[in-house]
């Protein structure tokens, strides 16, 4: 009978450490046996893809200009570059103001005025030796950067980065909970949110909380913005180790980490419409583009197509490129993506993608 009462206190040892050990609720413990929404997503192949730029170096994000041009971010060198439409990449500034080592902090987001003929602006998002900030500057300007909006946590890991501007006009931008979790339900923090503030860096008109640019929270490592052809925004997040999400953001919406990863399905808290294994997907970069959600994957090496309603995945370029950052709409309609993390003489790449 000795050996029957070692087996049940073995297997009841075991779910002890498996709900407590990176694990903090009833929600987590369930995404960590969860069935994701996406599995064996169907591949695809495009149209055509096209290597059109090499030698970029860790980037992070893109964004086109008026003339067709796109500025292009490098975290760990802290180089904004300019493309032409033509591939040709030149040198537009180097951000020295970023903290090193930048692990996973460096020079991330960018995003260029929608005023830009007017203003001028490129708007980045930078870590510094004290927190991580967004700020400003013009390319045909020696001035020092201008913060708009700083105080964020930085970490090691889990910084977010991702800033767009919306269709109201206002910036959004993604943060990190800086692998500190508590943060991501602290409303009066600024990490694990998305935040919504007015080009000059002040807390956005309508916010749910006045004189706070907090927008949403509850978010691990938030990384990817896009809003579909209704104006509804969308945004992705990695996962610990169980699953990934697409969320649909509402304002003052309670996005559950660290209570809940994945589908929890408890009231307090805003379920994704689509989840995977981190394995096959770390979303990173994402777009609205023909009707679907694209979705950059560092681990899963690909790019997912969605539909906005988290159904009909379909997956692309699966383990052709290595590691994919950001998927972005050019004006010729095809997709640039980001690679990210190759070694070698050539390092990065920037793929035309049509689809």
């Given amino acids: 009978m000795r050996w029957r009462w070692i087996l049940i206190y073995g297997l009841a040892g075991l779910l002890v450490v498996a ?14 046996w969860a069935r994701p929404t996406v599995h064996d997503a169907p591949a695809m192949k495009p149209a055509a893809v096209e290597p059109i730029v090499s030698g970029l170096r860790m980037p992070f994000d893109l964004a086109f200009l008026p003339d067709g041009s796109a500025v292009v971010t490098e975290r760990e060198t802290g180089r904004l570059r300019k493309v032409g439409p033509d591939g040709q990449l030149t040198e537009a500034r180097t951000i020295t103001e970023i903290a090193q080592p930048a692990v996973q902090g460096g020079l991330q987001g960018v995003a260029v005025s929608p005023s830009y003929q007017q203003d001028g602006w490129i708007y980045i998002f930078h870590t510094t030796a004290r927190d991580s900030r967004i700020s400003r500057l013009r390319l045909d300007s020696p001035a020092p950067l201008e913060p708009i909006l700083t105080g964020i946590t930085p970490g090691q890991i889990h910084n977010g980065g991702r800033i767009r501007f919306g269709p109201d006009g206002m910036l959004y931008v993604t943060t990190g909970e800086a692998d500190d979790r508590p943060r991501a339900q602290d409303r009066n923090d600024l990490g694990g949110k998305i935040l919504r503030i007015t080009p000059e860096g002040k807390p ?16 691990r490592d938030p990384q990817g913005l896009a809003w579909d052809d209704k104006g509804q925004l969308y945004a992705s997040e990695f996962g610990h180790h169980n699953l990934d999400e697409l969320n649909r953001i509402e304002p003052g919406a309670n996005y559950g980490w660290p209570e809940v990863e994945g589908t929890g399905g408890e009231p307090e808290f805003t379920d ?29 090496e690909r790019l997912y197509r969605i539909n906005t309603d988290g159904s009909s995945a379909e997956q692309l370029l699966t383990g052709e490129y290595g590691r994919l950052r950001q998927v972005t709409p050019a004006p010729d309609g095809s997709l640039w993506v980001l690679t990210n993390g190759h070694a070698g003489p050539d390092y990065d790449l920037i793929l035309r993608v049509t689809p």
């Fill in 204 to 219: 956005a008109p309508g916010n749910p909380m006045a004189g706070s640019p907090v927008y949403s929270w509850g978010l």
């Fill in 272 to 300: 994704p419409i689509a989840t995977w294994k981190p394995a096959d997907a770390s979303p990173s970069g994402i777009t609205y583009f023909d009707g679907r959600i694209w979705v950059a994957c560092l681990r899963g």
């Fill in 19 to 32: 709900a407590t050990v990176g694990i903090y609720s009833y929600g987590s413990f369930y995404g960590w």
